[in-house]
């Protein structure tokens, strides 16, 4: 049904800016013809939640003749990643400490559409309080509705025209859970009827129409898993489809119908910080740690029974940024704020950065090149070369952190600085 969607809206797109071509602004509506026919970055880290770009190649350069603002919309605090469908934006912050917003901004011209609030806020640990109380969660589209995840462990669904708020889910309330540490942290996973979300004390499914729970997993009350830091995604390993989910003690495969696990593997880490989303490589799974260990698993299933074991392990560490994966190679921010490319095969170190890249990185690839914009506001694009580190260009964007992914359409790239959203052409 999903597919069929975006069929539609891509005709509807199209035609609009067939007809626009005729007119006076032909030149605005054929660039950004090619954005709102293009496949939505409609969630967390984009379409397949991989950082993966499709379309048309990127054009060769960040510098200032190729990468230009085209408009910029202040906003109050917040880490979630701006999302994409057609001609329309959507981006969340906090405001005054207490109330959630969400915003739709046209694509073209930045106008704002729509604003959509509610009261709520987390007060994160003292320890974490350099990263703000703010909204964290990316948003999901299905291109008619939003799927919003508030601080306060809700998923709230809105109308993607208007912003009408079709249904609420508060998981503390309904599931008598406790608010995570954290805040939600989890992006919400859309995937045929249902919407999968890590929060409760688990992992839940519920409806995408009526927002009813459909079923639990992995429960604890609200503890590890209730502040899980980590975003599902939706895999096919051996054959079977299933919902991958890293909490703050293990990494599990459950079945998307009914939430049966099928496999469990526990993750090391300190205090619970398994933050990137699992990475599929074939049948493995890549996944690295804060004090604990990068390593790949192997998931294998005979007769139904679901094995999952070590294929290797290295010693350097993982922190909140998730790799790329190019070809046979991982491209990965560490803890120590550096770059390295492993080998998937062999669990070689191939490089590492002596530079190093601020406490984030944000990393989206196409073809043999990485795009990646990290905590200090400086963007960088590498050719992803196995042999070495291999810098083409860097510019920096902005003063202002940026913890929020990037968002990335054909001649599009979306920044979401700590207080602005920024729409940029990139040709």
């Not at 917040?78 to 046209?106: A, H, L, M, Q």
């Not at 912003?163 to 954290?182: H, I, M, T």
């Not at 890293?246 to 880490?269: I, M």
Request: charged fraction near 20%; proline fraction near 4%.
């Amino acid at each position: 049904m999903l597919s069929i969607h975006r069929r539609i809206h891509r005709f509807s797109r199209l035609k609009s800016c067939l007809v626009a071509w005729w007119g006076p602004t032909a030149l605005l509506s054929s660039l950004w013809c090619a954005v709102t026919a293009s496949e939505p970055w409609n969630q967390w880290r984009g379409p397949s939640r991989d950082g993966l770009v499709r379309g048309s190649r990127w054009p060769e350069s960040i510098n200032t003749n190729h990468l230009k603002v085209r408009w910029r919309a202040d906003l109050g605090p917040g880490y979630s990643s701006p999302i994409f469908w057609g001609d329309r934006t959507y981006s969340t912050e906090t405001v005054n400490k207490k109330t959630e917003v969400v915003k739709c901004f046209d694509l073209p011209s930045g106008k704002l559409l729509w604003t959509q609030s509610w009261e709520g806020a987390v007060s994160v640990p003292f320890f974490a309080k350099s990263n703000g109380d703010w909204i964290r969660s990316t948003p999901s589209t299905d291109g008619e509705r939003v799927y919003v995840g508030g601080m306060r462990d809700v998923v709230v669904c809105l109308e993607a025209a208007t912003g009408k708020v079709l249904w609420r889910y508060d998981f503390v309330q309904e599931l008598n859970s406790a608010v995570p540490d954290f805040g939600m942290v989890c992006s919400p996973l859309v995937e045929g009827d249902s919407v999968y979300v890590q929060a409760g004390g688990g992992v839940a499914c519920l409806d995408r129409f009526t927002g009813k729970l459909r079923w639990r997993a992995l429960q604890d009350g609200g503890g590890m898993n209730g502040s899980a830091f980590s975003s599902p995604v939706m895999a096919e390993l051996q054959g079977h489809r299933q919902i991958l989910v890293q909490g703050r003690e293990k990494l599990s495969g459950l079945n998307p119908a009914n939430g049966t696990v099928l496999w469990n593997q526990p993750v090391e880490a300190f205090r619970g910080m398994n933050i990137l989303t699992p990475i599929v490589y074939r049948d493995q799974l890549f996944t690295s740690t804060y004090g604990g260990r990068t390593t790949l698993y192997q998931v294998t299933n005979e007769q139904d029974r679901w094995a999952v074991s070590n294929l290797w392990s290295l010693k350097v560490q993982g922190y909140m940024s998730s790799p790329v994966i190019i070809g046979d190679v991982a491209y990965h921010h560490l803890k120590s704020e550096r770059l390295t490319a492993i080998n998937l095969k062999t669990g070689a170190e191939l490089w590492t950065t002596g530079e190093s890249f601020g406490k984030y990185m944000s990393e989206v690839a196409q073809d043999d090149r990485i795009l990646g914009l990290d905590q200090r506001g400086w963007l960088y694009l590498i050719r992803a070369n196995p042999e070495k580190y291999d810098l083409i260009e860097k510019r920096r964007l902005t003063e202002s952190e940026t913890w929020a992914h990037l968002a990335v359409g054909e001649h599009l790239l979306l920044v979401r600085e700590l207080n602005a959203l920024v729409a940029y052409d990139w040709n």
